[in-house]
Structure formats: C-alpha cells, structure tokens
C-alpha cells in the first residue's frame, strides 16, 4: 500500500523559509504527478503547487509565484516545497498529494489527487 508523509512543517517569522518534504513509501505506478495543497483555518483545501513526473511541467499557484519552488526525486520518490519570503497569510496545514491519472495538463483540483498525505502545519508568524 502506498503512502505519502510530509514533514519539515513548523513556525517560522515572516520573510523566512522552510521546506517541505515529502516521501511516497511502497509500490508506486510508473509515473503520476504529484501536488501540494494547503488548507488554513475556516478556509477550504486550495492548490499551492504540482509537478509532472519529469519535471518537465510545472504549475503553481498565483499566490506562491516567484516564492515556492517544486521539485522532485524519482528515485527517491520524494518532492519537495522550498518556501521563501513566508507571509503570514501562508500559514495553513500543508498536505502532499498523487494524481496517478494521465492528464494532458496538471490539474490544480483536489479532486484529481487519489492519494494525500497526513499533512504538516506551516505557521508564519509577522
């Protein structure tokens, strides 16, 4: 059975950094895209960022632009969220998710993702 666990969450102050990892455990198919959303307090689960299994497509959201970066490890089948310039409006429990269905465009749905992990807090303090 195939698992996803983030970690690397915590507090950190406004204008810092954290990254988020995030490692897949088990037998997992040939290629699936692979996703970080955020969920903050009273808000609904949003998109933050994706990345297709080469590395070659790339989506995030307007909000984290020039701030996160995606990347990935195939052979370590994990991926990672690099956040820079922490706002305090970025606070949210962090989840990592797996879109295992062939797409022609990443999708920014919660809807797409089969698999999720736990999920890790992010707190920005300003």
């Known amino acids: 059975q195939v698992q996803l666990v983030e970690s690397g969450g915590g507090w950190v102050q406004a204008g810092g950094s954290l990254t988020l990892s995030c490692a897949a455990s088990?037998?997992?198919?040939?290629?699936?895209?692979m996703g970080w959303f955020r969920q903050a307090p009273g808000k609904e689960r949003e998109f933050v960022a994706a990345i297709s299994w080469s590395g070659g497509r790339i989506e995030y959201a307007d909000s984290v632009k020039g701030r996160f970066t995606i990347s990935r490890d195939n052979a370590k089948k994990t991926v990672d969220l690099q956040m820079n310039s922490l706002k305090p409006d970025d606070t949210a429990v962090y989840y990592c998710a797996a879109d295992f269905t062939p797409r022609r465009d990443i999708s920014k749905s919660s809807r797409a993702y089969e698999l999720w992990g736990q999920g890790t807090q992010v707190t920005v303090s300003s």
């Open positions: 088990g037998r997992t198919s040939s290629s699936y895209v």
